[in-house]
């Protein structure tokens, strides 16, 4: 059986698809710190499709965001870097920064320490 | 003389009673006044079984480092088991938040007695462990997708390690603070 070579371009795009999916789902969730009112009415009707949505509330529509984006932006970027090469190196460092940055504004101090606590209803 | 027991002998017989034991931390759950019993049992088994297999499959990734044959299809299966597993186990958390969002439950009597724990510890938790699940995919895909090549470009054996190791490190994360939050309040 014949090898098959695969252009490099191919962990780019996995890369940033997974970057893009998880930067989406974070500012879906501080949108929702700063803009309760507008976030959560969107949000909900998002994640409407996942069953129970009515009691897990806006991280339903959070988890679709997340999942939507990374899914889409794997395809479309897929299709764009798979007959390009890349350096590899480059790009591992690329994503481990990128991927600590995600990180670092998960943690709620951070997002709130710029966004604000308020307001407090817990969701 | 061939000794009595040899390390592999120790090495399954400690694997097996870990994972014997571990298991059973959720099953506590069966014990308490929950309503939502069987989402919670089902969401600490799946957290349980995830974390075990992922270590597994970061023990994988030493010999697909040192480009032992076979390693790769080895470890492939063991993502793709793994990816499964985060799935199901997601799924089962959304079903689980449901009573822990309830009035009354979780969310409330930690935020009027220590808001701490679900201000940073669960808001943090529940995002943080849906990072496994794109991590994990993308390294059992790249495997996949680069066998042919691994044995020429050391670097597509690092960008696995380093995906594989994150997708852990994730899983850790969401593991460690959902046994302390349930410590504090069972849902």
Known sequence: MSKKRRNTGEIAAAFLAICIGLTGMIASHIWSVVDQINAHLTLLKIGSWIPGWWGIGPYAGKETVGLVLWIASWFVLHLIFKRTNVSLKGWTYVFMVMFSIIVIFTWPPVYHAIWGWLPTLPF | ?187
């Open chain 2, 1 to 187: 003389m061939k000794p009595t027991f040899n390390s592999r002998d120790l090495a399954v017989t400690q694997a097996c009673v870990a994972a014997l034991f571990f298991l059973m931390i959720p099953l506590f759950n069966l014990m308490g006044i929950s309503s939502y019993t069987l989402s919670s049992v089902l969401h600490g088994l799946g957290a349980t079984i995830t974390v075990m297999i992922s270590c597994y499959s970061l023990h994988q990734v030493y010999p697909l480092l040192r480009r032992k044959e076979g390693s790769a299809a080895k470890l492939e299966f063991t993502l793709w088991l793994t990816c499964v597993l985060v799935l199901v186990t997601i799924i089962a958390a959304n079903w689980l938040y449901i009573g822990y969002r309830a009035p009354d439950s979780g969310q409330q009597w930690l935020l009027y007695h220590n808001p701490i724990a679900h201000t940073v510890m669960m808001e943090f938790k529940e995002f943080v462990s849906l990072f496994p699940l794109p991590l994990g995919v993308t390294a059992a895909w790249i495997l996949r997708r680069f066998r042919d090549q691994l044995s020429e470009d050391t670097g597509i054996a690092s960008v696995i390690a380093l995906l594989v190791t994150l997708m852990w490190i994730c899983l850790m994360i969401g593991f460690v603070l959902g046994i302390g939050l349930a410590k504090l309040r069972m849902v």
